[in-house]
């Protein structure tokens, strides 16, 4: 069978096969109540095995690993041309973020971690089942190994499902990218207290719960496998749990959308792509953090003078549960909830997506897909509506046919309490949204999907928000 529709397959068993709903419900309030960490905010001159480099121009961890926290200054050319000066998480280590994959009862499950990070709203989350920088994994922290990491790394690795580099957010991060892995085992694997085995479908319907799936997560998911060839339900067939039938065909009908049914060609795509990496130059420069226009460095914290975009904040730790029991580290507290949303509407009877080629200073490729819209609207409250971003106020102002409207938090290991209104919306009844700017091209699901397959074309909330669209299937 296709792994693909082993993915859909397992997607189906909502109710679970060898845990059930209940026993996830009852294991997850134990972990909640088991489970702890203590996060107390610091002054950054008080961190524990941090220190500010010369002229305090970067905080940096005292083993030079890890991360570090340094100013930039960013020019941007082509369309909207502009510079700016801002803090950046430096992390040039990749990352694994790992989910196992075994077969019970012939279907497919998938070994979920419950974790505690320290920026958590929500402080335990589902997890991918190893997530780890390579210091972590490395054990630079002098602490205890990362579990299951034998099967992600040679030798010993199963089968791959699915392995690729992904980009971080592209915004608080410089040049950031983590290994997303599937891998399949037919091993006895020893369960951990904190570790269960899900199927898809338990996850999915997991993916409505706000902060439930974490962003590591969310990304290794939206890269399974997903090629449903010769396959497609019945939307008037009494098709389990779907809230929206209809809307499910039509996501499944795009994602089986031949070439000749999207808006644009494959290469019509990567072209346009392309044109706007050409056509846009940035040019990232490092500055001391002390030196950073409009940006206050005091013992306490670095902050915006306006109080817009973000923070940086020190936090000191305490956990139990962690391979470590006590750190301290800098975290990104934005200052506000963001806002990311999806267009999506029928072209010649199949539905379709309108992304946006995201421009970004920390992106290796300088611009990947990113949503139709995706923002901070605290940044935008008080601009007038031709400086705010395009779609901005339709997203905000819409009641109806929202098809998904999740709370969900970004990564709480380097960001503190961030978390985002994620969107999916229809859009049929605006025609005139259907010429975009030509920073947008509508897509078909399957076009989204088959370029995950690849590095650094599709960022970390647009992979969330395609996560998502299984919750809606």
């Known amino acids: 069978m296709p792994d693909g529709l082993r993915v859909l397959r397992s997607g189906s068993a909502t109710q679970g096969v060898l845990t059930t709903n209940e026993e996830f419900s009852a294991w997850l309030r134990e972990r909640e109540a088991t489970d702890s960490m203590t996060v107390e905010q610091v002054p950054l001159d008080d961190l524990l095995g941090w220190h500010f480099s010369a002229g305090r121009a970067a905080l940096v961890h005292d083993s030079g690993k890890f991360f570090s926290v340094g100013g930039v200054d960013v020019s941007r050319t082509g369309r909207g041309p502009r510079s700016w000066q801002q803090p950046i998480i430096r992390q040039n280590e990749v990352g694994i973020l790992g989910l196992l994959a075994k077969e019970f009862g012939g279907v497919l499950h998938f070994l979920m971690q419950a974790k505690i990070e320290p920026g958590n709203r929500r402080q335990v989350q589902l997890s991918p089942t190893v997530q780890a920088t390579r210091s972590n994994y490395t054990k630079v922290h002098g602490g205890a190994s990362t579990p299951y990491l034998e099967h992600f790394l040679r030798p010993g690795r199963g089968r791959v499902l699915a392995d690729v580099l992904q980009s971080e957010q592209g915004t608080w991060f410089l040049g950031k990218r983590n290994r997303n892995m599937v891998v399949e085992t037919t091993d006895d694997v020893p369960v951990r207290d904190n570790f269960r085995w899900l199927t898809f479908g338990q996850i999915r319907q997991l993916l409505t719960v706000p902060n439930m799936i974490n962003m590591d997560s969310r990304t290794v998911l939206s890269c399974l496998p997903s090629d449903t060839s010769g396959w497609l339900f019945d939307p008037l067939a009494g098709n389990g749990d779907c809230a929206d039938p209809e809307f499910a065909f039509d996501l499944q009908r795009s994602l089986q959308a031949s070439e000749a049914e999207g808006r644009h060609t494959d290469a019509e795509i990567i072209s346009w792509l392309n044109d706007v990496r050409i056509d846009t130059t940035i040019e990232v420069r490092p500055v001391g953090l002390a030196q950073l226009e409009d940006w206050e460095l005091s013992r306490s914290r670095i902050e915006h003078r306006q109080g817009k975009h973000f923070r940086v904040i020190g936090v000191s730790v305490a956990s139990g549960q962690r391979e470590v029991t006590q750190w301290a580290q800098p975290l990104i507290a934005p200052c506000d909830v963001g806002l990311v949303a999806f267009l999506t509407r029928r072209i ?11 421009v970004e200073a920390g992106f290796l490729d300088v ?65 005139a949204v259907l010429e975009p700017h030509p920073d947008f091209r509508w897509m078909t699901v399957r076009q989204l999907m088959a370029l995950l397959r690849h590095h650094n074309y599709v960022n970390v909330q647009a992979r969330t928000l395609l996560a998502c669209l299984h919750a809606l299937w």
């Not at 010649?348 to 995201?358: P, Q």
């Not at 997203?395 to 969107?423: K, T």
């Open 348 to 358: 010649n009877g199949v539905l379709h997506i309108l992304m946006r080629a995201s």
């Open 367 to 431: 611009a990947e897909l990113g949503p139709t819209l995706q923002c901070n609207p605290a940044t935008y409250a008080d601009l007038p509506p031709q400086e705010r971003p395009r779609f901005y106020d339709y997203v905000l102002a819409a009641r109806d046919n929202i098809r998904y409207d999740v709370l969900l938090s970004e990564e709480g290991g380097r960001f503190y309490h961030a978390e985002c209104r994620y969107l999916v919306l229809e859009c049929d009844a605006e025609p």
